[in-house]
């Protein structure tokens, strides 16, 4: 399979822990994008890469969240101290740019 | 700020029955596209339009783009307990280069035999 792949699939958390999703994207793409969708909503965009470079992150990630594309290739998303609202999916997506978007199947992460 | 509202968010109908979803916007987006969600994957790419006033169909899926690239219709005939989901509609973001996607709120769809 050479989709995008992501794990964890699911984590549960205590709260204050720390946790780091692995995105592995399809391998020729150049961009690499983080979403957070919360239960019955759409996702929200969180960050962009294009290759190594981190070229846009939203609001939303505030400073316990840190993401990583050390080689342009796999990308980690960090969480420091997680909290309860931090409870979502994951999810990442790649592109050749500004081309079609596939997704992951995300991370289910549950903070208790 | 690019925001995309969806209607109806919920909606449960009977094998057999059409429906439509709607995605609005007060912005102008460069594209706009269709995922459906499966609970716990990822959204998949169902469409994407780029030209307004465009419309594509996909078996019993018709897509429709806003003349003004402001809004879009998906309508379902006869609808099939398959076609129970999540639908998205997102449009790529105005703001740079980024290729970002802004998403609706989503539409779920139940589909009762």
Known sequence: DTGVSQDPRHKITKRGQNVTFRCDPISEHNRLYWYRQTLGQGPEFLTYFQNEAQLEKSRLLSDRFSAERPKGSFSTLEIQRTEQGDSAMYLCASSLDRGQAFFGQGTRLTVV | ?113
């Open chain 2, 1 to 113: 700020t690019q925001l995309l509202e969806q209607s109806p968010q919920f909606l449960s109908i009977q094998e057999g029955e059409n429906l439509t979803v709607y995605c609005n916007s007060s912005s102008v987006f460069s594209s706009l596209q269709w995922y459906r969600q499966e609970p716990g994957e990822g959204p998949v790419l169902l469409v994407t339009v780029v030209t307004g006033g465009e419309v594509k169909k996909l078996k019993r899926l018709t897509f429709q783009f806003g003349d003004a690239r402001k809004d879009s219709s998906l309508h379902i005939t006869a609808a099939q307990p398959g076609d129970t989901g999540l639908y998205l509609c997102a449009g790529g973001s105005t703001s740079g280069n980024t290729g970002k996607l802004i998403f609706g709120q989503g539409t779920t769809l139940q589909v009762k035999p």
